[in-house]
């Protein structure tokens, strides 16, 4: 079978530890392994199983994107649900990161046409649990993080590929975004 690839940004520190805290401590809560098999990050190309080949051009059209976008900022701000199943930490300032999206899939209609352009808005957010919540702890948990505030807010000065070993997801490669980029 074919490998699954992601691309994502992750959260430099100190929002990478604060949320990987958060991941860990509904894993802790509620036994959810989703929580822990990938760090905090923002999803930008959702899991798409493509041939080993496909790391190859993934890499290289990633790495020219990157080469002509800048640094921007994101702002996380408070928890929200999708449904019952995926408990996330809002991203509050996203034009910014709407438009990098944006751009990344005009890029990939051109550079990586096997990124299918998708069907559903894009809904940016961090995860930090999905899918394996056990629901009869669902209601104990959306009453423990609506009491509860984060915020934060970082630079995205890269985003990262990642591949699916079987068990977890791992890094493949991270493209860092220009700075001269739009100046």
């Known amino acids: 079978m074919n490998p699954l690839y992601l691309v994502a940004l992750l959260p430099p520190e ?3 530890s604060q949320t990987w805290e958060l991941k860990q401590e509904v894993h802790r809560l509620t036994g959810s392994r989703n929580a822990v098999r990938l760090p905090p990050h923002i999803t930008l190309i959702p899991p798409l199983r493509q041939p080993a080949a496909f790391e190859v051009a ?3 059209a990633l790495a020219a994107f990157a080469a002509t976008q800048a640094s921007f900022q994101v702002g996380l701000n408070g928890f929200a649900w999708f449904g019952s199943r995926t408990l996330l930490v809002r991203v509050s300032e996203s034009e910014a990161l709407q438009a990098f999206h944006a751009a990344l899939m005009d890029w990939c209609r051109t550079h990586l046409p096997e990124v299918a352009p998708e069907n559903r808005p894009f809904t940016p957010h961090l995860t930090l649990a999905t ?3 056990p629901p009869a702890q669902v209601p104990a948990l959306q009453k423990q993080f609506a009491a509860r505030s984060y915020a934060g807010t970082f ?9 699916h070993d079987g068990q977890q997801w791992q890094p493949r490669a991270t493209f ?3 700075r001269a980029a739009g100046a």
């Not at 630079?155 to 591949?163: G, H, K, Q, S």
């Open 14 to 16: 100190p929002v990478f």
């Open 58 to 60: 993934a890499t290289a």
């Open 131 to 133: 899918r394996d919540l």
């Open 155 to 163: 630079a995205v000065r890269n985003i990262t590929l990642f591949r």
């Open 176 to 178: 860092e975004l220009s």
